[in-house]
């Protein structure tokens, strides 16, 4: 049998929702994946050449993490990915790889485990359940991790929302990324989040869209990360001024988001090229967003 998965890539945080929200966007990873005598894995596009094709694949990583927690064995499985979620650029290629590893062996055993099981297997192999989430449930959704697993609830996004997605062409690491964040914040810094994300979250739940121009604002990661991405202020400043809501580091970054109530493609044009004025190369996307998710089924039976 042969199983084949899609996997969407995904925008964690949305500024202020930092390790909780993330946005599952169309543009996908596909999985194939039979079983097999060894572990054999061959990549197409995204990271072919670089991504490792043994047993170290993250896919790969995935199937054995779906069977070891339904107690089943599998000799081996061969895996071919064709990547379409750029590299370390902030847009959830390595969740994709957990959560396509994940689906896939789930559903070569015959899908003994719930998709509430695969967001705690995934999330704990992910560091953070933000990604996994949105890329396992689709739409925005809500992650949070608690003492019996991640508990996840997708919210409306209203479907005059335009999603940019600025991908600069340099890799950035999440580690290092992460790596920049204090172990402790102003008091003051919480609250400023807490009440943007619950802003953020009451406006999609009305279907306004106005109140995102101060909800997408963050103080948590944001202004740490400014020293990895200097040129991410004057790129947020041009999509502003180019008529987005907001505009907000994605995931550990280097990408950026706009999201856009209005004219969409002026809000790239305008992002791309106030990257340029600084050096960097890159190109910036309209995408919409993936209302389903990680989705699989038999190729071949
Ligand atoms: N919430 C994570 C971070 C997402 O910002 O570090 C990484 O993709």
Redesign the pocket.
């Known amino acids: 049998m042969r199983v084949h998965v899609q996997v969407p890539a995904t925008s964690?945080?949305l500024g202020p929702g930092?390790?909780a929200l993330g946005v599952a966007l169309g543009l996908h990873n596909e999985v194939r994946v039979s079983e097999a005598t060894r572990v054999t894995v061959s990549v197409e596009g995204e990271g072919a050449g670089l991504l490792p094709t043994g047993e170290d694949n993250v896919v790969a990583r995935g199937v054995r993490l779906a069977c070891e927690a339904a107690g089943r064995r599998l000799a081996g499985c061969a895996i071919q990915c064709v990547n379409r979620i750029p590299l370390s650029r902030?847009l959830?290629s390595s969740a994709a790889a957990w959560v396509g590893g994940l689906v896939a062996g789930n559903a070569l055993l015959g899908a003994p485990l719930s998709r509430e099981a695969l967001l705690t297997l995934a999330a704990r192999a992910e560091g953070?359940p933000?990604?996994v989430a949105a890329a396992l449930f689709g739409g925005l959704t809500v992650a949070c991790g608690g003492a019996d697993g991640v508990v996840a609830v997708p919210l409306p996004v209203p479907a005059a929302l335009g999603w940019v997605a600025l991908v600069p062409e340099v890799m950035a690491s999440?580690a290092e990324?992460?790596a920049l964040l204090p172990a402790s914040v102003p008091h003051l810094d919480a609250v400023f989040n807490v009440q943007r994300v619950a802003l953020l979250l009451a406006s999609l739940q009305a279907g306004r869209t106005e109140p995102l121009r101060e909800a997408l604002l963050d103080r948590l990661?944001q202004p740490y990360r400014l020293r990895l991405f200097p040129w991410m202020s004057d790129v947020a400043a041009a999509a502003r001024a180019a008529g987005a809501l907001g505009c907000v580091l994605s995931?550990?970054g280097p990408s950026l988001l706009a999201i856009v109530a209005g004219d969409a493609p002026a809000v790239a044009e305008a992002m791309e090229a106030a990257l340029r004025r600084v050096g960097v190369p890159g190109v910036a996307r309209v995408l919409r967003v993936d209302p389903v998710g990680a989705q699989s089924r038999v190729d071949e039976p």
């Open positions: 964690a945080n930092f390790d902030g959830g953070h933000d990604n999440t990324a992460r990661h995931g550990a």
